[in-house]
């Protein structure tokens, strides 16, 4: 048997055009052009492609936005008073800085530092809280909300299963293993949140009908760990060296891809599963942001 | 075989000797005394008690405390502005509201307005939201914050064991589960969330090493659920009739007691179990907002 395979891609594209069609309409209703501020702080060039491809969606989708590159000597005082500039701009209505920052700019500060009504990456204190509490006033980020809707359209029931999340990272593993499990749509899940820590490891994942692989390490999941017929999600994104390709590298998942399709029954491949959507869910969450700021939502 | 039982009397009893002299240091060092105000809005008899013992260990630990009770039918406009005005009191350090409150009044605005640096109660948002990314500056709540104490002075391993909470609320389950798979001391356990519209939660309690019950449903957790030799903590109070006790009622938690006590390991009695933990880690919550106030912590 081998898995059949979600194509985040595809529905990722369902989504921006939902999300076009809601632009147009707040644009024409409402006078309203939500707007998206991206920061970039140096020159890392995987992070230059990151920001452009969201400048360039934005866009596509009648959006106004601004890229902020600073040099990677900013200071962090510097950043947070162009933030604090970006919270009252008016025609601003999200806020993203983009990860990782240079070793003087501590990430915490500057998650704290954006409005929380525009944090659309969902790493503000107050939002993680409000996502904790199951309050639908807070940001979801977007890699884990994209996850959730990507399970959603693919059709795979979430109430009742087991989830197990590898991985507590604040970005993905946390907020995911949260918002599976809250009392509410697409969720109500049983959820294990594992990691590197975890005893008896391949055990627990054998026991998901749902695995959310989200640990950072190359290829780790393995078909010992996987139930025949579950559902696995891939989130990580890891460079492996490979002299075939053009660039001298590759992108490969947590997942060993080749292998675990075999045994998974759902399987999302890397690239072109969860990658597309988390795009997709911030330009959706900056939109949010906006009706939000204008008192439609 | 028998499981032996954690007295949580015994063991809050150490934390409020601990405390009593961390409060009288703070006196004679730094001329600081901490200060609880304890608000309690209408006359159920229950939570007049909860509000008599806290006021009551507040004076036996050397601490000011202010008792506050308004009538049932206070206006949540009333409410609000009493904790604005406590939230600038200086010899105030903690605040914490009563639950349940009469139906007019929101908890969740209540929760929202007290400060959170006075939150000893951790139920504000942004410090369920710190909690959540295991920032140690923000309050973790009082019951869930004595599960962990109580397993950590038990000699209980919680380091890479599977912890399963049955119970996802804001006030218990949810909290408990953050801070006990947090990378941290006495945590860094695998973490599963269970509920009511789990499917299989027979099974997924049977794999818990350390099982907390959470689920405020009276002797809801049976053997079946319980692997030989588990960790047992139970966090319910339900109340049943009984004719042959005094009040006409007697207190069980959400474990079959008298059953599973043949077939845990350790397991807390009901009262005296976790009960006991959650006065002394609001005291000690109290502390810490004083002594932070003051840029001693």
């Known amino acids: 048997m081998?898995?059949?395979?979600?194509?985040?891609?595809?529905?990722?594209?369902?989504?921006n055009t939902e999300n076009a069609a809601e632009v147009a309409r707040l644009k024409r209703d409402r006078g309203l052009t939500p707007g998206l501020a991206?920061?970039?702080?140096?020159?890392?060039?995987?992070?230059?492609?990151?920001?452009?491809?969201?400048?360039k969606m934005c866009a596509r989708l009648g959006?106004?936005?601004?890229?902020?590159?600073?040099?990677?000597?900013?200071?962090?005082?510097?950043?947070?008073?162009m933030i604090d500039?970006?919270?009252?701009?008016?025609?601003?209505?999200?806020?993203?800085v983009q990860s990782p920052t240079p070793k003087q700019i501590s990430e915490e500060a500057v998650f704290a530092a954006i409005a929380p009504s525009k944090d659309v990456d969902g790493?503000?204190?107050?939002?993680?809280?409000?996502?904790?509490?199951?309050?639908?006033?807070?940001?979801?980020?977007?890699?884990?909300?994209?996850?959730?809707?990507?399970?959603?359209?693919?059709?795979?029931?979430?109430?009742?299963?087991?989830?197990?999340?590898?991985?507590?990272?604040?970005?993905?593993?946390?907020?995911?293993s949260l918002i599976l499990s809250q009392k509410a749509r697409n969720a109500n899940a049983t959820v294990t949140v594992a990691h590197s820590r975890s005893k008896g490891l391949a055990?627990?994942?054998?026991?998901?009908?749902?695995?959310?692989?989200?640990?950072g390490v190359a290829r780790f999941v393995k078909p010992e760990m996987v139930r025949e017929g579950a559902v696995v999600i891939d989130v990580g994104i890891n460079r492996v060296e490979d002299p075939t390709a053009p660039k001298g590298?590759?992108?490969?998942?947590?997942?060993?891809?080749d292998a675990v399709k075999e045994k998974a029954g759902l399987l999302t491949p890397v690239p072109g599963g969860v990658g597309p959507m988390t795009?997709?869910?911030?330009?959706?969450?900056?939109?949010?942001?906006?009706?939000?700021?204008?008192?439609?939502?």
């Open 203 to 215: 055990e627990i994942c054998r026991s998901a009908d749902i695995l959310i692989a989200a640990i």
């Open 279 to 297: 795009i997709a869910m911030l330009m959706r969450n900056t939109i949010r942001a906006a009706t939000m700021r204008c008192g439609l939502a």
């Open 38 to 55: 991206v920061i970039l702080v140096g020159d890392n060039p995987a992070s230059a492609a990151y920001v452009a491809s969201k400048d």
């Open 249 to 257: 590298y590759r992108l490969v998942g947590d997942v060993d891809f």
């Open 123 to 176: 790493f503000h204190p107050l939002n993680v809280g409000k996502v904790a509490l199951g309050d639908p006033s807070g940001f979801v980020p977007c890699t884990p909300a994209g996850v959730q809707e990507l399970l959603a359209r693919s059709g795979v029931a979430v109430e009742g299963a087991h989830v197990v999340v590898l991985g507590r990272s604040r970005i993905v593993g946390r907020p995911v």
């Open 63 to 81: 959006m106004h936005s601004e890229k902020i590159a600073l040099p990677s000597a900013t200071a962090q005082a510097g950043l947070l008073a």
């Open 85 to 96: 500039r970006l919270n009252q701009q008016e025609n601003i209505h999200g806020i993203l």
């Open 2 to 15: 081998s898995a059949a395979l979600i194509d985040g891609k595809q529905i990722a594209e369902q989504i």
